[in-house]
């Protein structure tokens, strides 16, 4: 499996730069984290690449309170939290996430 993930600011019509992102696994104990990294110019971070995932719940982790004190606002959601079930561990996902300093969605994109 290979996950993607795109942030796109829809306050501004832009991708969201420089985001970080954290991606962790539900376990019988708790979260574990997986992977921490952060978004490129384009908005985009290519999480995991093949082989990396087995079939669990995740939850990505993007930090929306430092992205938007750069930019001089503050976020009504400090982070977004998408968690998300991973059934089949051999399929590329990719999850487009929309955010605002007010709002926040996601969906499964191609």
Request: proline share 4%.
């Amino acid at each position: 499996m290979s996950l993607d993930v795109h942030i796109v600011d829809s306050s501004f019509g832009v991708p969201a730069a420089d985001v970080n992102v954290l991606l962790r696994r539900q376990t019988e104990s708790g979260w574990q984290e997986v992977v921490r990294g952060r978004t490129g110019q384009d908005g985009r971070l290519s999480v995991l690449a093949d082989g990396q995932v087995s079939a669990s719940v995740y939850q990505l982790v993007c930090d929306l309170d430092a992205y938007y004190a750069i930019l001089g606002a503050a976020a009504l959601f400090p982070r977004a939290i998408v968690e998300f079930r991973v059934i089949e561990p051999e399929a590329e996902l990719c999850l487009p996430i929309v955010v605002s300093a007010h709002s926040v969605l996601s969906y499964r994109g191609n």
